[in-house]
């Protein structure tokens, strides 16, 4: 942490900068410029508790130096984490695996044909929400468990592996019990009694980026899991809120070589969110493979036009299916295979 | 809603896209530009479900015309809004109320010591987080009900209301048993499952607009608990993300007239929060009465250098009290009072 | 200038950075904390050119410590400059000027007729575009030297001062001829060679922030021309770019008391463009001026529905005259007039 | 266009715009909805000049449902745009050109040295500024004609294309005559007098997206080119501002499929700028290439840590030519060349 203080401090300011400090145990470094007085702090900030520093005399800012994550950090784990998925898939590796499937589990009918179609082109994870959060009180909501039953059954018929969000604390045992991956939504990134129980529980869980959360925010929302004892955590790039009003969001791909640099956790991205629009779901997930994405989530929609939630961003089978054959060329000239 | 037709639509897609919205009992309305064909719709939107008409072959383009909420309209009611808080004071009238006090209840001895001083200065209401929302799960948490009880003997003492963050269903009832008005904060904003509790409350709702939410969706959100039938919703700006870093947040000051020219329900702003550094949360105060906004949330803090949460922008006591002298006189100059 | 090493920075990495401050003539200090080594930089900066040290091996990240500018700051100029338009009018002092016409000067007629109605109400200077910058080439462009002229008889018939907009270096001599303020719009901030130019003219410059400009990237802005040798630099906030939709821009009235914090220099609001709906540009201008601004621009049309630009945006003349007298008000309540 | 008419607007309000929009020479199609009044307007809106119909009585809010840009659409021209440079180079085809070289051309040595690796490594075009848009005026402003001439001489030696900025009209004919395409940096994609200026040179153009401009902006700008006479455009994705702050800006490779699809022109891509970090250019070169990019702009330098600009976002030619191989491989994956 470094104490920048302002033209004006008095000598009285400084020393009460360094005095404060040195009460908290940490040893201050005066370093008095041409232009500035800066104070540079070592030792274990966590001894300052929330001490505001900034609001001491005569001080004009405060600059962090450490990130304030641990174990999402590198410097905790320098090896990647590899998140095993059930007993025979692991996220993380070589193989980047698709998960595909309807935003919202809507029929039995639709999802196991949409599970047939999706395992034959080749993806190995079923995605369809049974609780959904909408913006709207009036748009459908989900079918609950009724859903997480059939997206089970699907995974019993296709050998796929299942991912669904839970959105509330009171259905995180039966959503824990059903689903192979638990996805935490945009819009409870920040919902930190759900991380925190979340950190207590024995599955891997895919942690949606805040629709406006910077990076650090995000891996903090990590670190909440991590640090509850949960290290299953998969981190997932959606979009991000910007002025553009042509996509729903702005789909940040730098995203995944940054955090692939400050953490050890694997990375996925769901353009599907991310630009709202199915015409560009294809090029974006090319984009993403070449960008280094562990994963990818993607709508698929057996007749998009009537799909009960998000119908204008999903893909028909047809299209999915191409798509694939592009993002399997695009892994091998990298190494890597789908 | 108005569909606009790709310019290689054929008469086939546009055929199509009128049948579909006529087999949902709507009325459409075709017009053949000399550039575009568009589509316009007539009748009750929610027939359609979330039937997605962008994603029927040939669409470019589907532009929603009517708001989204209902309830939270100036259509739904013409009157404006008053919550009443308690038996004799309302949020909504010509009198601007101040809600004032520390981020989070800390100790008896703090509560009671800035209670008192925020009284004298004029303000009406007590605010004190006991369940905080922190970005780090190693930063303090706040006191839970003990702060509670600390907040309810300050109303005691010192006949102020009080106003405090529920975070969590689980601590809903406690909150509610305790407060007179529930804060949700920003994070929470679309927490759907803690908004449709909240409906069902019979206590007012302090509404915090979410980091980056449009102000359709914070009146969305408003709509999931005036839907539930909770009535008393009160709105609070408090800044949203912006890409200055100069600032915690932009505080958007616009929303206040916006809010009451869309809405019939009481706007309030806390500047604290939207701009994160006390030297400048006095004239932001002055712009928010000056806008018209029904109501202030304002940090202070005895010691905001030991604050253990906000410090940084946190007024002292003696602060405050200059800067009410300044409200005071705005208001006057506007027909209002403090 | 702080430099962080990277965690698995070596020695050699560390002795590198130092060696290279020190061949620039600086002194480098190190500072190896349990976590991080950093590195801070003592002298002046400028010896470095643009030397990239986030390049050197082992750098993490580089923080920067002083302010970029330097004639724009505070430090450099401690009292408030008051800028003098013409020999009768200074702004930066307790009058708050306001700065009323249409966006384009369209007619003789139009023009003469907004000016008397803007003089009546309390305006002193008076706006008007001759060139106008327009997002499409198929608008109108503005009269050129014709609207200049049209300025000059309004200033002579009504004694107001004039403000307008230069775009581009072939017209700056006959814009500096006609004007008393000249106006460099949000799309030329950082029209750098714009900038030089002005910096070597003899008259006040109204400076408007890019539409996404930080603070700090609008005052190195002014610094171009105060390092030209122009000192008369005004600043104006006029909204910047956020997600938000409903409104054209986000006012960001905070910059009002940031920049009176960093800088020197002077600062007017010009809610027309920030917010780009009249029905919100009374309670906007009223926050304005509540938060210390040391003026107003504001768009007044006597017929919006046919002004040839921004009609939505503009005041009639009776809705400016009942705003004008709110202005006054609460002017007074702070101690300052209009 | 459509305009929305208020819940309160009366049968006058209706029948004054129904008049207005026909003695413009429109047609007016009246829709009379259970909760709304819309008016649907046919025929050509430049009748219309700048009239705001937002600002007639009883109007809620207008709709446009053209396109702005004509000659930038696909409407206009159906078949791609492939630019030819000299006379054995086209951008636009089935080979994807990388633009390569320093920010700022510093000297004959740094340059020629440079040429030579990025030719070796695969590039077609060097890239390298003389006159330099810098945010301090303190800062290197670049060599000016000097720096032509030595790209000129790089040309002739390694047989490369050049591309370099063009900041001022004054210089334009200078850089005209020596450059190969002329590039316009994104602070001036919105200086329409240069912009005007371009529309009449006959050159190609690489146009930079803004830095908080829309789609829809950017391909006005490219529209005053398009309409001067200048048919060679070339758009080019740099990054835009967002709230996100470890990177320089946040690259919107979205922008890439949505460009192809709403214009004939072709679309390159800078991921030095987006990025700001040399770490994460190469992730994201492969993740332009794979979204659809007609090429690539890179900056090289062979001392980043000395360059005079822009030295933290250089790749070194070693780290060129390897990520150069990976580019190559999923161009080939996707029936491309590099």
Redesign the interface.
Known sequence: M?V?MA?NATEEDIQGVVK?LEAAGLRA?L?R????T?I?L???K?RL????????PGVEE??P??Q?YKMAS??FRAERTVVPVGEDLVIGSEKIHVMAGPCAVESREQLLYTAEKVRAAGATILRGGAFK????????QGLGEQGLNILAEARERFGLKIVTEV????TLPIVTAYTDIIQIGT??M????LL?EIGQVNKPVLLKR???A????WL?AA??IL??GNSDVILCERG????????RN?????A???VK?LSHLPVVVDPSH??G????VA??C???????ADGLLVEVHPN?????????Q?LTPENFEIMMG?LR??A???GRNI
Not at 240 to 247: C, D, G, Q
């Open positions: 470094i920048i033209d404060r470094h370093s410029g041409v232009e500035k800066i540079g070592i030792g274990d966590v508790g929330g001490f505001a520093i900034e609001a001491l405060v600059i130096i450490l304030p590198r410097s959060p909408r913006s709207s009180p009036y748009a459908f959105m509330d604390i009171r819009r409870n920040q919902n930190f009694d925190k805040g629709l406006s910077t990076i650090e925010e903090m670190e909440y640090s509850g991000i809120r910007s002025f553009e009003t042509y996509t702005t789909l940040d791909l730098s995944v070589p940054i640099h991310g630009i629009r199915w015409k560009f090029p974006m090319r984009a993403a493979v070449a960008a280094g998009p036009a009537e799909a009960l939630c998000d119908g204008a999903s592009d060329r695009i091998a000239a990298l």
